[in-house]
């Protein structure tokens, strides 16, 4: 079954306590790519990638990192949480925003930083 | 910077009748402008996209219509059912690069019976 898979699916955790959001997909997609949905301001895109050691800023970067040492894989840290990264997270992979396919989403990862 | 607005942030519906939301793009260079809807809990999904060389797309009940002059484009959907009640969500890419989307602040809709 295609599939984005997001692990944890709920962190509560604290100021300063770095996590990585694990993201994999199994459909051999060169896009993938990290949002953040918060109430009032839709999804907000935090980086993108378009293949394998290529990543790019989204909207909102700040406080992130990611990185593409395997296709299938796209992990998003954050060294030093801090609450106003308190969010729901989505990742999504595609064959391209340009391509005829669609992004696929996760089921989202619903983090809370206290 | 680039920017796109969503209206009206919620709307209410008689069950059969059309629904309409609007949104505008700051960036002219954007050519790629797809909806996606959520269900309350669930992922986003895409719903209808349409590409800048084109005016207007229709799928069964759903249809976008792009003005690249005025720089907004519509969702359109008609007949409504109780399971279009969701939030609705328009985005806009393809300006600074082909994989950066900006989405709008997303549409509540809900469906009266």
């Known amino acids: 079954e295609a599939q984005v898979t997001q692990n944890p699916r709920y962190l509560i955790t604290v100021t300063g306590k770095k996590l990585t959001v694990t993201c994999s997909q199994n459909?051999?997609?060169?896009?993938m790519s990290w949002y953040r949905q918060d109430p009032g301001l839709g999804l907000r895109q935090i980086y993108y990638?378009?293949?394998?050691?290529?990543?790019d800023k989204g909207d909102v970067p700040e406080g992130y990192k990611v990185s593409r040492k395997e296709k299938r894989n796209f992990p998003l840290i954050l060294e030093s949480p801090s609450p106003n990264q308190t969010s729901l997270y989505f990742c999504?992979?595609?064959?391209?925003?340009?391509?005829?396919?669609?992004?696929?989403f996760g089921d989202g990862t619903r983090l809370s930083i206290l | 910077g680039e920017n796109v607005e969503q209206h009206p942030s919620t709307l209410s519906v008689q069950e059969g009748d059309s629904a309409v939301i609007k949104c505008t793009y700051s960036?002219?260079?954007?050519?790629?402008f797809p909806w996606y809807k959520q269900e309350l809990g669930k992922r986003p999904q895409l719903i209808i996209d349409?590409?800048?060389?084109?005016g207007e797309k229709k799928d069964q009940r759903i249809a976008v219509t792009l003005n690249k002059t005025a720089k907004h484009f519509s969702l359109h959907i008609t007949e409504t059912q109780p399971e279009d009640s969701a939030v609705y969500f328009c985005?806009?890419?393809?300006?600074?690069?082909?994989?950066?989307?900006?989405f709008g602040s997303g549409t509540r809709l809900s469906i009266r019976p």
């Open positions: 999504a992979s595609g064959r391209g925003l340009n391509s005829n396919q669609p992004q696929h």
């Open positions: 990638s378009m293949n394998v050691e290529v990543t």
């Open positions: 960036d002219s260079a954007s050519n790629y």
């Open positions: 459909m051999n997609h060169e896009y």
């Open positions: 349409i590409r800048s060389n084109v």
């Open positions: 985005a806009a890419s393809g300006y600074s690069s082909a994989s950066k989307i900006i």
